[in-house]
């Protein structure tokens, strides 16, 4: 077994493990294959076709000129990856100092086409300001989320910090990757 494929392995097998099955949200019992030692286990088909259709979303969006996407993470543990990933595809990003309105004044001062939160159960309030506005919401939904309220929801263990990398950076690379095509394109 290669190395890829065991990174694979242990990334798919940590990121469907899910919480105890009295902690998880009975609307997501399509995204659950299962319970092991009464923690339910996320159907990672689900998680693959959820970073599917969330990755053809983006290309659609950055497809545009122009397109922003506000990254949003206020987890101590893992703000500085998302930092990195935002600055790496050279978008805005929050990760200190949420307050009510926050997301509107922001709106109104940077265009924002989409935003990505990480740990969409602890982020909730920054969900419920994004609906409001009609902004598309991409976010890690974890077993014991409400995924009402997110447009592409990414069905994953959000506890991992690993994982949350792993997300964060798949989604600034096909930022990237889209935006040197866009440049690409206009130097022809």
Not at 9 to 28: E, W
Not at 71 to 94: D, G, H, W
Request: proline letters at 2%; hydrophobic letters at 40%; a positive charge.
């Amino acid at each position: 077994m290669g190395i890829r494929n065991k990174f694979e392995k242990d990334f798919l097998y940590y990121a469907s493990l899910g919480h105890k099955s009295r902690f998880v949200d009975p609307k997501i019992y399509l995204n659950v294959i299962g319970y092991r030692k009464n923690a339910s286990v996320i159907d990672t088909e689900r998680t693959k076709e959820s970073l599917f259709l969330t990755t053809q979303f983006l290309r659609s969006i950055f497809s545009q000129k122009n397109a922003s996407i506000l990254f949003i993470n206020l987890n101590e543990e893992s703000k500085s990856v998302t930092n990195l990933c935002a600055l790496r595809s050279i978008e805005p990003f929050l990760t200190k100092n949420w307050s009510s309105g926050t997301f509107t004044n922001i709106i109104f001062d940077h265009k924002v086409d989409v935003i990505f939160v990480l740990g969409s159960k602890s982020h909730y309030f920054v969900i419920q300001e994004a609906n409001k506005l009609n902004t598309p919401v991409i976010g890690l939904v974890d077993s014991d989320t409400n995924s009402n309220m997110i447009s592409f929801p990414i069905w994953i263990n959000d506890d991992s910090t690993n994982i949350c990398h792993k997300i964060t950076s798949n989604i600034s690379n096909t930022i990237i990757e889209i935006k040197l095509l866009n440049y690409g394109f206009s130097c022809l």
